[in-house]
C-alpha cells in the first residue's frame, strides 16, 4: 500500500501560479502510475492530469493542456502539479492519486487505488 499527502494548495489570483506536491510513503512509490483529479462544490471528482511510473508519459484532460505539467521525482518518492495560467474554472479541491500501471486507464478514477485527503485551490477572479 502507498500512503498520499497532497500540500501546495491555496488561494491565487487569475493567471497565478501554484505547484501541488504529492508526497508518498509506504510501498515502493516508483512501482506505481500517478494521476490528479479535482473536484469542485456540487461537481464530480474529474481527471486532470497523469504520468506513467517514470514520469516518462503524460496525459492531461483539454482544458489542462498546455497550462498544466505533471512531474515526479521518485528518488524524493514525491509527485507534482504545475499549475500555470490558473483560472476560476480552476477553483476545486485537487486529490493525488495512485494506481498499479497495469490496471486500467490513467483517466478513470475508479481505477486509482489510493488517494491523498486533498488540497484545496482557490483562484480569484
Known amino acids: 500500500q502507498v500512503q498520499l499527502v497532497e500540500s501546495g494548495g491555496g488561494l491565487v489570483q487569475t493567471g497565478g501560479s501554484l505547484r501541488l506536491s504529492c508526497a508518498a510513503s509506504?510501498?515502493?512509490?516508483?512501482?506505481?502510475?500517478m494521476g490528479w483529479f479535482r473536484q469542485a462544490p456540487g461537481k464530480e471528482r474529474e481527471f486532470v492530469a497523469a504520468t506513467n511510473w517514470n514520469g516518462a508519459s503524460t496525459y492531461y484532460r483539454d482544458s489542462v493542456e498546455g497550462r498544466f505539467t505533471i512531474s515526479r521525482d521518485n528518488a524524493k518518492n514525491t509527485g507534482f502539479l504545475q499549475m500555470n495560467s490558473l483560472e476560476p474554472e480552476d477553483t476545486a479541491i485537487y486529490y493525488c492519486a495512485a494506481k498499479s500501471p497495469l490496471r486500467g486507464s490513467y483517466y478513470k478514477r475508479s481505477d486509482y487505488n489510493y488517494w491523498g485527503q486533498g488540497t484545496q485551490v482557490t483562484v480569484a477572479s
Open positions: 509506504g510501498d515502493t512509490f516508483s512501482t506505481y502510475a
